[in-house]
């Protein structure tokens, strides 16, 4: 991305939250957490394909999250970076990086203004995928009941290799841009809050059709209802979202599914049983597919031997529906993963996974993971100073 971009929308943003600071006369309390770390290993086969070879494999990655005051009155950043090494003759690198710069003002004591701006760069063997968005956001609290209103636009560049005949990644990626406005409003009971939503978007592709001459272009409607609650130690939520995508040029058919989320976290003395399911919606470029159907559940117990010591086991399945083209991704694991806190920020990691992947028109494929991991963990955060006596 252009570095002009970045100072088009953050320059701005940083200046006000600075103006916004020095009207009140208090220094705002900052808090800074950086984490930088090494994994490394044996994958038996990365590439998930009937015959290819194994591969040692190494990531460095590194995350910083930032903010200046409050998440309803301030500014913050968050970082993530990470790079993937395989043998070269297995497996070229991956990355996954994506930086957010949020900025926060209130009006008043019941209105808060929201605005963010994020970057991303996703590339792995058969995915590339950069995007470049902007969003605001507006809560108003009315007693227990909170309003709020988001539009958001988001550039994208995104290119898959169709995995399912084995083939290479298109000439040029697919150009789009989406609008999205969303609105509704919540209800707070103690711990508890129920609210509505509802989110309607448009999608263009700015090369007008696709490599094979049909247009993607289409339009997204999306009500959505979902609960938080608190039992006890125990935390619960989820949504519903019937989800419809209309084409105008009848180039591809109407998407109508049911979207959801559901998490839980309980906790029983040593142990903490995890849940997670979704059900979620993605862009694809895969030839006669628009939408990519992604379902995903995971169970996890994570067990806490002493103050130093926690080992989890954890299961999860993930399924790509590539909806028109008929083809179905299935990966199915199961792992564990043991850490151990050495003092001062540092935390080693040990982890395996065996895991078994199904194509549509391919062989299944049984693999497996070995990984060893370092990280440390630095706070650079700073408490804030009261307001000046008189001020």
Do not use: C
Request: net charge neutral; glycine share 8%.
């Amino acid at each position: 991305m252009k570095p002009s971009l970045f100072t088009l929308y953050f320059l701005p943003l940083l200046l006000a939250g600075t103006a916004h600071a020095a009207e009140k006369d208090v220094q705002a309390p900052e808090t800074s957490v950086a984490v930088i770390g090494l994994r490394g290993g044996y994958d038996s086969n990365p590439l998930t394909l009937k015959g290819e070879k194994g591969s040692p494999t190494a990531t460095v990655f590194a995350t910083w999250d930032y903010l200046h005051g409050t998440l309803q009155d301030g500014y913050g950043v968050n970082l993530t970076l990470a790079e993937t090494q395989y043998d070269p003759r297995v497996l070229s690198a991956a990355r996954f990086h994506t930086l957010t710069l949020k900025h926060a003002v209130p009006i008043g004591d019941a209105t808060v203004v929201q605005t963010s701006l994020l970057a991303s760069n996703e590339q792995s063997w058969s995915r590339r995928r950069s995007s470049l968005g902007l969003r605001g956001r507006i809560d108003h609290a009315i007693g227990a009941l909170r309003l709020f209103a988001s539009a958001e636009g988001r550039l994208t560049a995104l290119n898959e290799r169709n995995v399912f005949n084995l083939g290479d990644f298109l000439p040029q990626d697919e150009n789009f841009g989406t609008v999205s406005l969303t609105s509704g409003a919540a209800w707070r009971i103690g711990d508890s809050e129920v609210g509505a939503s509802f989110t309607g978007s448009r999608t263009h592709f700015l090369d007008g059709v696709d490599y094979l001459g049909l247009r993607r272009d289409h339009n997204r409607v999306q009500p959505n209802l979902f609960i938080s609650t608190k039992l006890g130690e125990a935390t619960l939520e989820g949504s519903l979202s019937p989800f419809r995508a209309i084409f105008p040029e009848k180039e591809f058919e109407t998407v109508s599914e049911l979207l959801y989320t559901a998490k839980a976290r309980i906790p029983y003395g040593a142990l903490a049983f995890e849940f997670a399911s979704s059900r979620t919606v993605e862009d694809t470029t895969l030839p006669f597919s628009a939408i990519d159907l992604v379902t995903a559940h995971e169970i996890k117990l994570t067990a806490k031997i002493d103050e130093a010591n926690a080992i989890a086991l954890s299961a999860r399945r993930k399924t790509d529906n590539y909806l028109g083209l008929d083809a179905l991704s299935d990966q199915k694991s199961i792992g564990i993963d043991y850490q151990r806190a050495l003092g001062n920020g540092l935390t080693a990691t040990a982890s395996a996974s065996l895991r078994k992947t199904k194509e549509t028109g391919l062989e299944p494929v049984t693999s497996f993971s070995l990984m060893l991991g370092l990280q440390k963990q630095i706070d650079f955060s700073k408490p804030g100073k009261p307001e000046k006596a008189g001020g």
